[in-house]
């Protein structure tokens, strides 16, 4: 990975889903709770089901109904967030990501959680993990109106946070919505491989990656003795 000197940046924003918290849960839940219960409802089998959601999956992704689990509970007649809420206990945190997070406070950046996740899963989340004290602010695609994969999304979000995009580093799970946030001018980009621990890290062409926040840990990120800013 090209080393960022942290001292060059003032504001990191993060993605959470794949980013801090580990994907799987979220690929189980869409990959085999949606579908058995899809199946159970509407009394077809688990590969019927999975073929007919993931279509639905397809059509709706990079969009806010994607994200909106009302929208799918209403599409799916499911009640999508009493089926999280059924399988809280897997929601698991990254490795180290606790550690990056305390050592961005003890240098004062500011920290903010950059999210495509509905308000209710956010919560679920935030109420499970030890995550949520560490961010300067937390804001959702939701309330800014758009995905992250959209531009706008980025003039709204800089106006709320009041980021320097010359100073940000993002880092997110997606290879769209960085190629977004690049085409929007923020300044480090890094993309972070390993989302769901139980399968193989991806690779990306066109950006620096990272598979655990260990790599942002050691002194080419931080060099020794640099005064925090
Ligand atoms: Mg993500």
Known sequence: MKAIPLKDIKFILLDMDGTLLDKY????????????????????????????????????????????????????????????????????????????????????????????????????????????????SVITSFEIGYPKER???WQRAEKRLGFDKEKTLFIDDTEEILRTAKKYGIKHILFKTKANSKIKPKKSKEFSTISDFEELMDETVMPRGAPPS
């Open 25 to 136: 849960f979220d690929d189980y839940f869409w990959e085999h709770l949606v579908p058995e219960k899809y199946a159970e409802k509407h009394n077809i089998t688990f590969g019927r089901a999975k073929e007919e959601l993931f279509k639905k999956y397809k059509y709706h992704e990079g969009t806010l109904n994607w994200t909106d689990i009302d929208f799918w509970s209403g599409e799916l007649e499911l009640d999508i967030p009493a089926l999280k809420e059924q399988i809280k206990h897997m929601i698991e945190v990254h490795p180290h990501v606790e550690d990056f997070l305390k050592m961005l406070k003890r240098h004062k950046k500011k920290v903010f959680l950059v999210t495509n996740a509905h308000y209710k899963v956010l919560d679920i989340k935030l109420k499970k993990t030890e995550i949520g004290k560490y961010f300067d």
């Open 151 to 153: 531009l706008e999304f």
